[in-house]
Structure formats: structure tokens, C-alpha cells
């Protein structure tokens, strides 16, 4: 109840203008958020390079409600590319469809996500696009494929909590699309996504297997150990090169297993968010695990 509680909060604009513009807030979000600025993104993913981690930078932001707010986000992601390549980092860039104009044309922010991944594959690098909540499944899916057509430079994210995913990861598979997997962090009925976590990680390892020997590289985006566990079991089996896949986690969430898996040779990468607007992506992180919430009370009331 608390999870789909947090997730219903974290749409709302007048709670996320108040704890984004509050000091204490603001500095407490620097648990998961890297900072507000290109430049604090850049510094953390040197942090992760010189720990012999990849990332993946994200300028937060989600659900635009104008072209031009659209249109800045594709300027501040053709920003980053140039950063990454002039600093020299091992990194990509994920992105949101809805952060490039979903909610207001498919064609819109196919055009944007295009000049993207074109930047991208310009600088020999990857545009990953995250996946949001079910109503954008199916749109997001179809877009890559398109711009997959067009582009290898260009992947996306499968989530292991829907019903749809097997299918979802055979069709994107037929067009040589790189993928991502991961639980799923949004609030879903039951008509399209399993309840129960058995139900869920069962699902995770199933597509796991199925990526795991397709042949493509994809990254499996994940803190459960036990859902690591798997896949290492899985690549030991079939005999599956460190190399040929990686793992992915979330930046300032465990970092101790971040650390052994890079310790072990696994390949790692980090996802790296910043920006002014983390309320959402901040909100969800807090949802994953209720302790977050009374760490970051207890924090908010100490003096
Ligand atoms: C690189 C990356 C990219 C992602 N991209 C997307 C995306 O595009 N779309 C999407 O819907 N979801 C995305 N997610 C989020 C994902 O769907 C899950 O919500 C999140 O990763 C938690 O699931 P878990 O696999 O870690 O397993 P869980 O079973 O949720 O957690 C396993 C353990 O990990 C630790 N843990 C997990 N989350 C937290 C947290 N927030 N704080 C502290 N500890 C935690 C805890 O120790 C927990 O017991 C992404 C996750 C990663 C790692």
C-alpha cells in the first residue's frame, strides 16, 4: 500500500514543486540524484569510470506538456553526447519517450528521439530508451523498432513485471534490438502486470535466459541478488562470456555489490540521473524500498 501510495505522489506538481525547491530535500535527493547540473553527472560518471564502471546519464524529466520543453530536452541530450565524447567516458545516454513529446505526438518525438540517436551513433555511442508505465508500452516499442530500422545505435527497456514482456522481447530480438531488463517501477493494474514478487522474479530469470543467448548484448538491471545469482548461473552454463553482457544498477543504490560485481570482472554500468526535475524518479526509488521513507523522514526532521 505504502509503494502504490509513493508512486500516486510522485505525480503530483504541487508536492513536487515544494520538495524540489526545498533546501533540505534538494540536498537529501543527492542519495540517488548525481545533481541538478550537466557538470555534477559528468564528474559522477568519472567516479564510476575511475571504479572501472560504465554509466549511462540521464537528464531527468518526463511527461512535457509543450514542444518546446521537448525540444529543450533533445538540445540538453545532444549537450551530453558531446560532453561524454570530449571528456573521454565510458558512457551512454537513456532517455524518456514522454520527455520528448509522447503525450503530444508519436511523430514529434520520433522526430527528436531520431536527431538523437543520430548524435549518438555520430560519436560511435547508444541512446538507451527507458520504458515508462504500461499506457506507453506499445508506442514506445513500435518507435524503436522504427528508429531501429534506421539506427543501431538505439535500445530500450523490457520490464519483467508486465505479461506482455516475452512477446515484447522475440519482436524487439527479430529487429536486432539491444535490451535492458529490469522489474519495473510503475504502478500497474493486475490486468496487465503480475502482483507478487515470486511471480515477477520468475518472469525476470525466464527473459533473462532468453537474452542472455540471443546473441546480442544486453544489460540486466538489477540489485536482487538473487536475480544476479541467476545470470551468472545462466552465462557459467551456456557458457556465456563476461563479456557479452552487462549488469546495471541504479546510481547510490548498493553499492557494496556494485563494487564485488566489478571486483569479480563482471562488466557494470551505472545509471546516472540529474537535473532539476527528480522528483518523479526520486519518488519511485523511495517506493522500491519503504526504508528509504523513514530514512529520509528521520533525516528530514533531524536538526
Ligand atoms: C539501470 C537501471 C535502469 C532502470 N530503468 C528502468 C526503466 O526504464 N523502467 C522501469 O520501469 N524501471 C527501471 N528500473 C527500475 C527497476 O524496474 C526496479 O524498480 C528497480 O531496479 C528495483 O528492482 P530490483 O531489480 O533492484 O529488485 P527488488 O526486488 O526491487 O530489490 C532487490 C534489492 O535491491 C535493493 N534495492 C532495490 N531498489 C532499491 C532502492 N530504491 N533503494 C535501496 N535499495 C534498493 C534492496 O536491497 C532490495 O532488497 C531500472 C533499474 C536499473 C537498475
Given at each position: 500500500?505504502?509503494?502504490?501510495?509513493?508512486?500516486?505522489?510522485?505525480?503530483?506538481?504541487?508536492?513536487?514543486?515544494?520538495?524540489?525547491?526545498?533546501?533540505?530535500?534538494?540536498?537529501?535527493?543527492?542519495?540517488?540524484?548525481?545533481?541538478?547540473?550537466?557538470?555534477?553527472?559528468?564528474?559522477?560518471?568519472?567516479?564510476c569510470n575511475d571504479m572501472g564502471m560504465h554509466a549511462s546519464l540521464d537528464y531527468l524529466g518526463e511527461n512535457?506538456?509543450?514542444?518546446?520543453?521537448?525540444?529543450?530536452?533533445?538540445?540538453?541530450?545532444?549537450?551530453?553526447?558531446?560532453?561524454?565524447?570530449?571528456?573521454?567516458?565510458?558512457?551512454?545516454?537513456?532517455?524518456?519517450?514522454?520527455?520528448?513529446?509522447?503525450?503530444?505526438?508519436?511523430?514529434?518525438?520520433?522526430?527528436?528521439?531520431?536527431?538523437?540517436?543520430?548524435?549518438?551513433?555520430?560519436?560511435?555511442?547508444?541512446?538507451?530508451?527507458?520504458?515508462?508505465?504500461?499506457?506507453?508500452?506499445?508506442?514506445?516499442?513500435?518507435?524503436?523498432?522504427?528508429?531501429?530500422?534506421?539506427?543501431?545505435?538505439?535500445?530500450?527497456?523490457?520490464?519483467?513485471?508486465?505479461?506482455?514482456?516475452?512477446?515484447?522481447?522475440?519482436?524487439?530480438?527479430?529487429?536486432?534490438?539491444?535490451?535492458?531488463?529490469?522489474?519495473?517501477?510503475?504502478?500497474?493494474?493486475?490486468?496487465?502486470?503480475?502482483?507478487?514478487?515470486?511471480?515477477?522474479?520468475?518472469?525476470?530469470?525466464?527473459?533473462?535466459?532468453?537474452?542472455?543467448?540471443?546473441?546480442?548484448?544486453?544489460?540486466?538491471?538489477?540489485?536482487?541478488?538473487?536475480?544476479?545469482?541467476?545470470?551468472?548461473?545462466?552465462?557459467?552454463?551456456?557458457?556465456?562470456?563476461?563479456?557479452?553482457?552487462?549488469?546495471?544498477?541504479?546510481?547510490?543504490?548498493?553499492?557494496?555489490?556494485?563494487?564485488?560485481?566489478?571486483?569479480?570482472?563482471?562488466?557494470?554500468?551505472?545509471?546516472?540521473?540529474?537535473?532539476?526535475?527528480?522528483?518523479?524518479?526520486?519518488?519511485?526509488?523511495?517506493?522500491?524500498?519503504?526504508?528509504?521513507?523513514?530514512?529520509?523522514?528521520?533525516?528530514?526532521?533531524?536538526?
Amino acid at each position: 500500500m505504502l509503494r502504490a501510495a509513493l508512486l500516486k505522489l510522485s505525480d503530483s506538481k504541487r508536492l513536487a514543486n515544494w520538495v524540489t525547491t526545498n533546501e533540505k530535500t534538494r540536498k537529501m535527493s543527492r542519495r540517488f540524484v548525481a545533481g541538478e547540473e550537466l557538470a555534477d553527472a559528468l564528474a559522477a560518471a568519472k567516479a564510476c569510470n575511475d571504479m572501472g564502471m560504465h554509466a549511462s546519464l540521464d537528464y531527468l524529466g518526463e511527461n512535457v506538456s509543450t514542444t518546446a520543453d521537448a525540444q529543450r530536452a533533445r538540445d540538453a541530450y545532444l549537450e551530453i553526447f558531446e560532453a561524454i565524447a570530449r571528456e573521454r567516458l565510458h558512457a551512454n545516454v537513456s532517455c524518456k519517450l514522454t520527455q520528448l513529446g509522447l503525450d503530444l505526438s508519436s511523430e514529434f518525438s520520433e522526430g527528436l528521439a531520431m536527431s538523437i540517436v543520430e548524435a549518438a551513433a555520430r560519436h560511435d555511442n547508444f541512446l538507451r530508451v527507458d520504458m515508462e508505465g504500461s499506457n506507453y508500452t506499445q508506442r514506445t516499442i513500435e518507435l524503436v523498432k522504427r528508429v531501429r530500422m534506421q539506427s543501431p545505435a538505439v535500445g530500450t527497456v523490457i520490464q519483467s513485471y508486465l505479461y506482455r514482456s516475452e512477446q515484447d522481447v522475440q519482436d524487439l530480438l527479430a529487429y536486432g534490438c539491444r535490451i535492458r531488463l529490469c522489474k519495473g517501477a510503475y504502478k500497474e493494474p493486475e490486468e496487465v502486470a503480475y502482483k507478487s514478487k515470486a511471480d515477477v522474479d520468475n518472469n525476470y530469470v525466464r527473459l533473462m535466459k532468453m537474452l542472455l543467448t540471443s546473441g546480442f548484448y544486453h544489460g540486466i538491471a538489477t540489485h536482487d541478488p538473487k536475480m544476479i545469482a541467476a545470470t551468472i548461473r545462466w552465462a557459467s552454463e551456456k557458457r556465456i562470456s563476461k563479456d557479452d553482457f552487462e549488469f546495471q544498477m541504479l546510481y547510490g543504490v548498493r553499492t557494496d555489490l556494485q563494487r564485488r560485481l566489478v571486483r569479480d570482472g563482471y562488466r557494470l554500468r551505472i545509471y546516472i540521473p540529474f537535473g532539476r526535475d527528480w522528483f518523479p524518479y526520486f519518488m519511485r526509488r523511495l517506493a522500491e524500498r519503504p526504508a528509504n521513507l523513514g530514512f529520509f523522514v528521520r533525516n528530514f526532521f533531524r536538526k
